[in-house]
């Protein structure tokens, strides 16, 4: 029988210092467009010095005790930029403008023409992934509806036709990432609950075009943004039972920080939940006893079996130590709940 | 200590990554005074990617299964130069000179007053490795007689006095890393097989002194040198049975390289034998039979519990994928002899 409250990371870990530069990371918006200038490291040899980080993040969650393994994101300067800025039909020398979440303008690549995937994105990087841990693994993606959101539209005449074309460049990735060995794709759509009108207009039918014809383990992660950039937090989500209306199998939500009433989890009948469990606003790493707690709270409304345990979000902007003691600490929370739940 | 036959360790160096030095030049020359101009970052910055390299050492080298593990020298630029140069007495300033082991002449620290050690020098090394690993650690420490022949001597009257003020500085040194956490110290005395005559007049008083008041586990480690820079290697050693008169409990020879005769470990018959059974000329990854193969040889003139499996030298001016595959072998090659002794 499989492992019940299986640990995962969300996408990412804490990036190190000497690989880039944290300091400006973390004071601007997440790149949309390319900021390469972020990069400590000389260009010939930022792949080997990427590699590394990234080998230190997949030892760091092995040796925490996760039984998900990601590739900790090490490569990227958002969890939606690299992607975003590799396809075909954006200019992004030429950035146009998007308002981001909080409401203020950030660069964004300006579509100029048809959005298609060029080539396969970051099938080096799960290939990279799968060769360096025998545990499961998870890739993640950015979303058709969230790009689209971060885009400047000069080229279609609806939105909509767009987020289609997003749909089918992530569709053919998570192609082409499953048949390179992931075993869980995680599509990140935070803007659908930025903008929950437009997502229940189309942003959900280009999640489904996305997942058209997948047949591995899918997961879609939705949060409230960052904790380090946006700082307050609505208790209950604007879209979420809707995606009861997708194919995808596992929902990755955060219920820590925004103390979520998890009462929202049995309008998801079916889905698994990927549970966040640890607040990344708080630089005090949790007790396993509160991650344990946290855990409680979901399961009057979900069974055990369909819970992952995690971070409510990506833990890019923690410092490493705390973002490593509370893996620590969400595995042990897990383990508690575990032991709780085979007497 | 791991409690198995044929437990596995490095002899101390792993390659270190590109983005940390100029490994290029590196492989040009064994420095003995500082270069610190091989590094690709400044002092300020060296520190932080001087750790991520080690952790990143530590973590290969657990993964490859091996069960002794060292810092992989990542901090150093040679073997010796991170100690001799710290040391009160000498002036790295204006260097003197004095032939390799290939006979020609090298910048070396020139001693100009009374060697003694100022602090502990590879202190923060040695608790940076324990905190980051479970398993049996071992750190390196160049030896007494190579220092003072890695030396222009301009203050003692002979060079025994030299080698017996390296050795003190050794002795407190090897206190220190014991008191912080080491399991097995390891004495780098590679100049005793290059200059055998004065290794008897005086190098095996030397290495006494540097272990007097010692009670852990001691390794002394000599060799032909690098094979990326000494090419020619004879069959036999032309200092090595004398060293069962010392107090190191651990000799750590190279075997495979030089087609050792290995009769000679007979010589040494108190003592365990860190045997080389990786030839580091070679690029090629041995298979794991051919490691086996060169453990069984040993099996004739050394008991089975006196054997520890190492690669002939250190792995430093190896390629990284190279030196990985490696250390496979040599698991899987030791793991072949267990199953075969415990039959």
């Not at chain 1, 090490?74 to 969890?79: A, H, K, L």
């Not at chain 1, 942003?203 to 383990?217: E, M, T």
Request: overall charge neutral; proline content about 6%.
């Amino acid at each position: 029988m499989a492992k019940l409250l299986p640990t995962s990371l969300v996408g990412s870990y804490a990036q190190p210092d000497w690989l880039i530069d944290r300091t400006r990371l973390a004071a601007r918006f997440p790149p949309r467009v390319r900021a390469k200038e972020l990069w400590r490291v000389a260009p010939e040899f930022l792949r080997q010095a990427q590699d590394d980080a990234t080998l230190l993040a997949i030892r760091d969650q092995e040796r925490a005790g996760l039984d998900i393994i990601t590739d900790g994101e090490m490569r990227r300067e958002s969890y939606s930029n690299r992607f975003a800025t590799a396809l075909e039909g954006v200019d992004i020398d030429n950035p146009g403008t998007a308002l981001d979440r909080s409401g203020h303008p950030n660069p964004v690549p300006r579509v100029t023409g048809k959005v298609r995937r060029r080539h396969p994105v970051e099938v080096d990087d799960v290939k990279f992934l799968r060769a360096n841990t025998d545990r499961m693994i998870k890739m993640t993606v950015p979303g058709p509806f969230t790009m689209s959101q971060q885009a400047q539209n000069d080229f279609y005449k609806d939105e909509e036709e767009m987020a289609l074309d997003y749909a089918a460049a992530v569709n053919a990735e998570i192609r082409d990432l499953f048949a390179a060995g992931a075993d869980i794709v995680q599509i990140d759509e935070p803007y659908m609950q930025a903008r929950p009108e437009k997502a229940r207009k189309y942003g959900l039918k280009a999640l489904n075009a996305a997942l058209d014809g997948i047949k591995g383990p899918t997961a879609v992660h939705i949060c409230f943004g960052y904790a380090a950039i946006i700082h307050v937090r609505p208790e209950g989500y604007s879209f979420l039972p809707e995606l009861t209306g997708s194919p995808v199998q596992q929902v990755s939500i955060e219920t820590a920080q925004s103390k979520l009433d998890c009462s929202v989890l049995a309008k998801l009948p079916g889905k698994t939940i990927i549970l966040g469990t640890l607040d990344l606003s708080d630089m005090t790493v949790e007790k396993p006893e509160t991650v344990a707690a946290r855990i409680r709270r979901a399961l009057p409304y979900v069974p055990a079996e369909r819970i992952v345990v995690a971070p409510d979000c990506g833990l890019k902007y923690l410092p490493r130590d705390v973002a490593y003691g509370k893996m620590c600490a969400m595995v042990e929370g897990a383990a508690i709940v575990r032991a709780e739940l085979s007497k | 200590m791991p409690d198995k036959l044929f437990p596995t360790s490095l002899v101390g160096s792993y390659p270190q990554p590109e983005w940390l030095i100029d490994r290029a030049r590196l492989s040009k020359m064994v420095p003995r005074v500082r270069m610190d101009d091989l590094w690709l970052i400044d002092a300020k910055e060296r520190e932080a990617r001087q750790d991520e390299a080690t952790l990143l050492a530590i973590r290969d080298q657990e993964r490859a299964g091996l069960d002794i593990i060292t810092d992989g020298e990542q901090r150093r630029e040679s073997y010796s130069n991170r100690f001799a140069t710290a040391l009160e007495g000498v002036d790295t300033e204006n260097p003197g000179s004095t032939l390799n082991r290939s006979g020609k002449p090298i910048p070396v620290p020139r001693v100009i007053g009374k060697i003694r050690r100022r602090h502990p020098v590879e202190l923060r090394d040695l608790k940076f490795l324990r905190a980051n690993t479970e398993k049996t650690v071992k750190i390196t420490v160049p030896g007494p007689f190579t220092m003072s022949k890695q030396a222009q001597n301009e203050f003692y009257k002979s060079d025994e006095a030299l080698a017996l003020d390296y050795a003190a500085a050794v002795n407190d040194e090897i206190k220190d890393l014991f008191a912080a956490g080491a399991d097995i110290v390891q004495l780098d005395e590679p100049w005793m097989q290059q200059h055998p005559e004065k290794a008897r007049e005086y190098g095996l008083k030397a290495l006494d002194r540097a272990l007097e008041g010692i009670s852990g586990t001691v390794a002394v480690h000599l060799c032909f040198g690098y094979a990326a820079v000494v090419h020619e290697k004879p069959t036999g050693y032309s200092f090595l049975g004398e060293l069962e008169g010392s107090k190191a409990a651990q000799v750590s020879i190279e075997a495979a390289q030089p087609k050792l005769d290995l009769r000679v470990l007979e010589t040494l018959p108190s003592k365990t034998i860190i045997l080389g059974v990786i030839d580091l000329s070679d690029m090629t990854v041995e298979t794991s039979e051919t490691v086996a193969g060169r453990i069984r040889k040993a099996l004739a003139h050394v008991p089975a519990e006196r054997i520890v499996i190492a690669p002939d030298c250190g792995m430093k001016y190896l390629p990284r994928d190279v030196a990985y595959g490696k250390m496979q072998a040599m698991v899987q090659g030791a793991e072949i002899v267990r199953r075969e002794v415990a039959r």
